[in-house]
């Protein structure tokens, strides 16, 4: 089993930023895809970025060029570095796993961590 806790979440005025963490434990030897996704009250859960072992990243076009997903395999941690926030990015955000596959749709995770808050609001 894996175990996923997040971290770093927190209320933040429009335009700026907050860094997420992601400790994952348990049996983590053979964790390829690692990434992020939020849920919005009333939204459907939706990819923000996910990364594979080796470093690759894909992301959400709505937080390119704002966002960062990073990875420390020796630490078992994937990051979020978010940037230039938006009160429309207001969300639940989770942290993803999977052993053997990419995280980037919701049915390719295998693992969730419990969530955290970010809140954008002046």
């Known amino acids: 089993q894996v175990q996923l806790v997040e971290s770093g979440g927190g209320l933040v005025q429009p335009g700026g930023s907050l860094r997420l963490s992601c400790v994952a434990s348990g049996i983590i030897f053979s964790i390829n895809g690692m990434g992020w996704y939020r849920q919005a009250p009333g939204k459907q859960r939706e990819l923000v970025a996910h990364i594979t072992r080796g470093g690759s990243t894909n992301y959400a076009d709505s937080v390119k060029g704002r966002f960062t997903i990073s990875r420390d395999n020796a630490k078992n941690t994937v990051y979020l570095q978010m940037n230039s926030l938006k009160p429309e990015e207001t969300a639940v955000y989770y942290c993803?796993?999977?052993?053997?596959?990419?995280?980037?749709?919701?049915?390719?995770?295998?693992?969730w961590g419990q969530g955290t808050q970010v809140t954008v609001s002046s």
């Open positions: 993803a796993a999977s052993r053997f596959n990419l995280v980037s749709v919701v049915t390719s995770v295998e693992y």
